[in-house]
């Protein structure tokens, strides 16, 4: 396929993407390897319908570049502060750690000590694609195992730049080339704190100046925009794209444009992600692997024994739930895209030849064709044995109980409160909870608690839902609660669903969703608070309960007036300072009813008032 032909290649990719990937899922075999087995397909060793893929890799590299950008978005710089120690502690760890035996392994069976060297650096990184696809496809990003991941995979990162200026000096007179290193380190610290001070200073005015065009298309530009600027800075002295695109996320993951944020740039994301999936897949040199199939198969087995030797572990030292240990040891025992680009710096440098640098490339490449399906292998056969295992000391069976009347999704501080009223009413219930540790510290207390995704349909069917009566929605991340609903009203119709909500944005989202029970988890906790503030102020016990409930009443008639016009601000602020003065209005009428009572029943004096329940004028 020649690259002039652009709507051929676009029909090419496209249609290999839509055919792949729903034959994939429904295999039960991820759109990871979807995307992967359609590179294999379509590339030089299958139909040979594009015969450079190199091209493409470096074009859809940017699908990585948007992904860490959406990463950094939901990373607050405090919670990026407070995992400094895993990003630089555990993350040296594994790359360093994973480097130093590689390197060892390969002196022993005679490698020469700067040909190792460069080989274990560049195999001792992870894909960072493949690594955060899998957990987002898995919803384990906010589990211990998904941080940890991240943790590792940014370090990785932060490393690119000294290993690849590390690596030409590597070759013969390479010792000279010092004083261009330094210069580099120094442009690529100006560099990022250009970007840091910039995303501080300038981009939340811009954003705002741009918001005010009130023209979305303008808006999906200027964060692309954002994110192509970011990436190519970062390019310019040598730093990782991602890297840039991940720090300029985190400088925004507390403006006001972050969701607009994320909502443009995902569809993109996913796209870029595809591309570059099926671009790993083409590159993959099977004449290199049918020339050496032993030494291939030995080099990949080597490297992803040795790497998850360590990994190994790491977890079992890290504060890690033995459950989610597979996933963190699969995901970072895997080659990367990074890998590529090391194995390249060192051949254009002389400190490698061709061969040997297509031998590594092929490992890598394969490395991560084969981790999406010894993931599946783990996630049907290895976490079912634990489950198994784990049974008698720590997880029930969901089957013993799957004829409960209520479901619990979500066991944190809203669920367990409701599953407590219940249980003790002499209602059973399955609880779903999707924190491995929430599970282990829940269940010491006597509490049958599951650990399982309840975005699964399989899960949900498990637990019972096609029998259960009552599905309790309790989960914290506002995201998932709502995939879950849409889950449960798709193939559970009959199922009542009782939702709690974090804010109105989040009530309405669910209520769109035709659900009729849906209680804002701050409502009724401020209302008491108010009561009491009520009866300390002079109010009768029983005057505050009524006029707490009747603020109640009118708030969520208020609440479901605005609704329809969500989305609309100037409407939802007319109707708010509408529903706040019919609000006063009422409360003054009672006031004053409340004043000719006690005049026509002789009560007088602020004694007399505050028995009747209505503060002194």
Do not use: C
Not at 55 to 62: I, K, R, T
Request: aromatic share 8%; glycine share 10%.
């Amino acid at each position: 396929m020649e690259h002039g032909s652009w709507l051929t290649g676009s029909l090419v990719y496209l249609a290999a993407a839509v055919l792949s990937v729903p034959l994939a899922k429904a295999l039960g075999l991820g759109s990871i390897i979807g995307y992967l087995a359609a590179g294999i397909v379509i590339g030089p060793w299958g139909l040979k319908f594009v015969s450079d893929p190199q091209d493409m890799l470096h074009f859809a590299e940017f699908g990585v570049v948007l992904m860490l950008f959406l990463v950094g978005l939901e990373l607050e710089p405090r919670r990026l502060w407070a995992l400094r120690r895993p990003i630089f502690g555990w993350g040296s760890v594994q790359l360093f750690g994973s480097a130093a035996l590689l390197t060892g392994a390969a002196v022993l069976f005679g490698v020469d000590w700067r040909i190792a060297m460069v080989a274990a650096l560049g195999l001792a990184m992870s894909s960072t694609a493949i690594g955060l696809g899998a957990l987002a496809e898995r919803n384990l990003m906010a589990t211990t195992s998904g941080q940890s991941v991240l943790s590792v995979m940014l370090l990785q990162d932060v490393a690119a730049i000294p290993i690849l200026a590390f690596v030409p000096l590597l070759a013969a007179g390479g010792v000279h080339a010092s004083g261009s290193g330094w210069l580099g380190a120094a442009k690529a610290a100006g560099v990022i704190v250009l970007i840091v001070l910039g995303g501080r200073l300038l981009l939340r005015p811009a954003l705002r100046w741009i918001a005010r065009s009130k023209t979305p298309e303008i808006f999906t530009a200027a964060s692309l925009l954002l994110v192509v600027a970011t990436a190519a800075l970062m390019q310019s002295v040598g730093l990782s794209m991602a890297l840039g695109a991940f720090l300029a996320g985190v400088l925004l993951a507390e403006s006001e444009y972050r969701r607009e944020l994320e909502t443009d740039i995902e569809p993109f994301k996913g796209l870029l992600l595809g591309l570059f999936f099926i671009a790993v897949g083409m590159s993959i040199d099977f004449a290199v692997v049918l020339a050496q199939p032993l030494l291939v198969a030995g080099l990949v087995a080597g490297f992803l024994l040795i790497k998850a030797a360590v990994l190994w572990a790491m977890g079992r030292t890290m504060p890690l739930p033995s459950g989610e240990r597979p996933p963190f040891i699969i995901l970072l025992a895997q080659g990367g895209e990074f890998g590529f680009v090391v194995f390249q710096t060192a051949a254009g440098a002389g400190v490698i030849d061709a061969p040997t640098s297509s031998l590594l490339v092929a490992a890598v490449a394969l490395s991560m064709l084969l981790t999406p399906l010894v993931l599946l292998l783990s996630d049907r056969f290895w976490a079912r044995r634990h489950a198994a295992q784990a049974t008698p000391a720590h997880y029930d069976t969901i089957a013993g109980s799957e004829h409960a009347p209520v479901i619990i999704a979500g066991f944190g501080r809203y669920g367990q409160i409701v599953g407590r009223l219940l249980f003790a009413n002499g209602f059973s219930a399955t609880v779903l909870e999707h924190d491995a540790e929430q599970v282990e510290v829940v269940r010491r207390f006597g509490w049958p608690v599951y650990y399982g995704d309840a975005t699964r349909l399989d899960l949900l069917r498990s637990a019972g839902a096609e029998s259960a009566r009552v599905f309790v929605l309790a989960i914290d991340d506002i995201e998932q609660s709502v995939e879950v609903a849409r889950l449960v009203r798709e193939h559970f119709p009959r199922l009542q669903i009782v939702a709690r909500a974090r804010n109105v944005s989040h009530y309405y989202r669910l209520r769109d969703l035709g659900i009729e029970a849906v209680e804002r988890e701050t409502l009724d906790a401020a209302l008491m608070t108010g009561r009491s503030v009520l009866e300390r102020l002079g109010f009768e016990r029983h005057q505050s309960r009524t006029t707490a409930m009747r603020f109640r009443r009118h708030n969520i008639e208020a609440v479901e007036q605005m609704r329809p016009h969500f989305g609309d601000e100037a409407k939802l602020i007319a109707l708010a300072k509408q529903g706040r003065q019919q609000l006063e209005e009422l409360f003054a009428r009672e006031r004053e009813e409340a004043h000719e009572r006690r005049a026509r029943s002789g009560w007088s004096g602020q004694d007399g008032d505050r028995r009747d329940g209505t503060p002194p004028a």
